[in-house]
């Protein structure tokens, strides 16, 4: 059951982690839209096999991941937050 968590945790690394890097990069590229629209077929897709491997033969499995994706998810959002504070406190 540790394993389930910890492969949701990497699996919301993976999925934000390529959101935080999707909308960096997107300002050098040709068309943004394009890109970002692959980025998230990409990761979504990378999340739904990662959900259905860890799944195994039971689906106990599935909410210890989900539990972990979303506690990432709230460490990136509170990350990318206060990142951007800092950025606007050394600016001016």
Not at 34 to 51: E, H, Q, Y
């Amino acid at each position: 059951m540790i394993i389930a968590f910890l492969t949701g945790i990497l699996l919301g690394v993976i999925f934000f982690g390529g959101l935080y890097l999707s909308i960096d990069y997107m300002k050098k590229v040709k068309y943004p839209g394009a890109f970002m629209g692959a980025s998230m077929f990409i990761r979504t897709a990378l999340v739904i096999v990662g959900m259905l491997l860890i799944r195994g033969d039971s689906y106990y499995n599935m909410p210890l991941a989900l539990i972990g994706i979303i506690i990432v998810r709230i460490f990136m959002t509170t990350w990318v937050k206060r990142g951007k504070a800092v950025k606007n406190v050394y600016r001016s």
